[in-house]
């Protein structure tokens, strides 16, 4: 089977490509570097330098591979970023989407699996979030993400594309020498660990007085290498999709063809814990500081993947925190440059 991963060179399309190739995948890996890097893309795949918005590369890969299905993970992903340069964010994550999805159908390639996000909820009503939860995004990065389901599920219901539209919560962790390495870094877990090595005084922490028991913000952590295990398993489920009840789907709520799954271990972790957690695991003083809280950050995102689990059969392999920071762990201090060295 022939899968193009678009955005294989980044941190979570790298794991899912390493994971496709070792279960016997061809894997093709489509990125433009801007946020990537050449070295994450795994061994064993093809890789071929790109950008979304150029239809006529698109193209003539589709009419030189016989592609079987897509999956995407080519966005930017900085929500605070996606506040003072929205455009950016449009053009990338929604504009250059559809323009692959277009090429995609018009040579033949009818499956496709979306990274969305938590974000397209906002401030939640309840935790745990359910997929059925008010799509509420309080920034454009969630609104993008929102938008491209959308697209997906009228391109389902016109024109017979199958998709899966996954809603990761935090992603983290390291999987086969592959880890995260972003610039600049605004996830918390790497954050943390570059504290302890050195490489930055202290983290700070956005907002010590939000309604939660230690007052700052719970975030549910998935495993990155459980995240790419479900798109293997959506891969099979676009197969299986079409002989389910029609009861089942109207019970998902969801367009036929289309399955739509938030990604998280359910259980939350505030950023004191996970600093506290890390302080355990690397035995370092990590030194935390108390900052304003940022805008758009919501107090708790807590997945229910409850249909994930029941629908799909995911079954997260590493949802310790402790495990997940300390594969993270071993990854940073095995390349404190990140993949420059
Ligand atoms: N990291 C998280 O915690 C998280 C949480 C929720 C959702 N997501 C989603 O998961 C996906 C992957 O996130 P990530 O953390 O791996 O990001 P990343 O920045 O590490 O990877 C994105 C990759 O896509 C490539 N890319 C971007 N625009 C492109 C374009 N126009 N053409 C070709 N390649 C392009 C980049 O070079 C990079 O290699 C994103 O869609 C993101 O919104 C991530």
Not at 16 to 23: E, M, Q, Y
Not at 59 to 73: E, I, N, R, T
Not at 82 to 101: G, R, W
């Amino acid at each position: 089977m022939k899968v193009l991963v678009v955005g294989g060179a980044g941190y979570i399309g790298s794991v899912t490509a390493r994971r496709l190739i070792d279960r016997g995948a061809e894997v093709i890996i489509y990125d433009n570097l801007s946020t990537g890097h050449r070295g994450a893309a795994p061994r064993g795949g093809l890789f071929v330098e790109g950008d979304l918005a150029d239809a006529a590369r698109l193209d003539s890969l589709f009419k030189g591979h016989p592609v079987h299905a897509v999956m995407h993970f080519a966005a930017f992903i900085q929500v605070g970023e996606s506040m003072e340069a929205p455009q950016k964010y449009f053009t990338n994550n929604v504009a250059n989407v559809i323009n692959l999805l277009n090429v995609m159908l018009q040579n033949g390639v009818m499956r496709f699996v979306f990274s969305s996000s938590a974000a397209v909820y906002g401030e939640p009503e309840s935790v745990p979030i359910e997929e059925s939860a008010p799509l509420a995004p309080n920034n454009p990065y969630g609104e993008t993400k929102l938008m491209v389901e959308r697209v997906l599920a009228w391109y389902s219901k016109l024109l017979g594309l199958r998709y899966a539209a996954f809603r990761y919560f935090n992603a983290c962790g390291a999987f086969k020498g592959l880890g995260e390495d972003h610039h600049p870094e605004t996830h918390l877990i790497p954050i943390v660990l570059q504290a302890a090595l050195g490489q930055r005084d202290a983290v700070t922490i956005y907002g010590a007085d939000y309604p939660t028991p230690d007052g700052t913000c719970i975030r549910d952590y998935v495993h990155v290498a459980d995240l790419a295990e479900a798109h293997i398993l959506a891969l099979t489920a676009m197969e299986e999709e079409p002989a389910l009840s029609l009861p089942k789907r109207q019970a998902r709520g969801v367009a036929k063809g289309s399955l739509v799954y938030n990604l998280g271990n359910g259980s939350g972790h505030s950023v004191k814990q996970v600093i506290e957690v890390a302080r355990a695991v690397t035995g370092r003083p990590i030194k935390a500081v108390e900052g304003a809280r940022r805008p758009g950050d919501a107090a708790s995102l807590v997945a229910s993947s409850r249909r994930a689990v029941t629908e799909l059969g995911w079954r997260p392999e590493y949802a310790d925190l402790a495990a997940i920071v300390r594969s993270a762990w071993e990854w940073h201090k095995e390349h404190p440059r990140g993949y420059q060295g």
